[in-house]
């Protein structure tokens, strides 16, 4: 059984940087496609970017353009770099694969707070 443990958040300033990192208990590289999620307070959790084995990457329209999702399949590791930093970007964000597949359990998540 794969489990997701999130770590890398924290509180930045409007447009700074941050670097999530989802590391997981298995291997990934045999996981056809993962994802970042955020759930903001008294929000549904939303789907921010994913990523296919093959590195193919998308992204949600807030995050276009200043998040950049990757994956080390060796590593079993995906990460999230999330430039420009806006107090909307405020949630606690979760990895874990994408519909149609069967999500994993999801991990802790890891709190991201952009505030000055």
């Known amino acids: 059984q794969v489990q997701f443990v999130e770590s890398g958040g924290g509180l930045v300033q409007p447009g700074g940087s941050l670097r999530l990192s989802c590391a997981t208990s298995?291997?990934?590289?045999?996981?056809?496609?993962m994802g970042w999620y955020r759930q903001a307070p008294g929000k549904q959790r939303e789907l921010v970017a994913n990523?296919?084995?093959?590195?193919?990457?998308d992204y949600s329209a807030p995050a276009k353009g200043r998040f950049t999702i990757t994956r080390d399949n060796a590593e079993n590791t995906m990460y999230l770099q999330m430039n420009s930093l806006k107090p909307e970007d405020t949630a606690v964000y979760y990895c874990?694969?994408?519909?149609?597949?069967?999500?994993?359990?999801w991990g802790q998540g890891t709190q991201v707070t952009v505030s000055s």
């Open positions: 874990n694969t994408l519909h149609p597949f069967t999500l994993y359990p």
């Open positions: 990523i296919l084995k093959s590195g193919k990457a």
């Open positions: 298995g291997s990934i590289a045999s996981i056809f496609v």
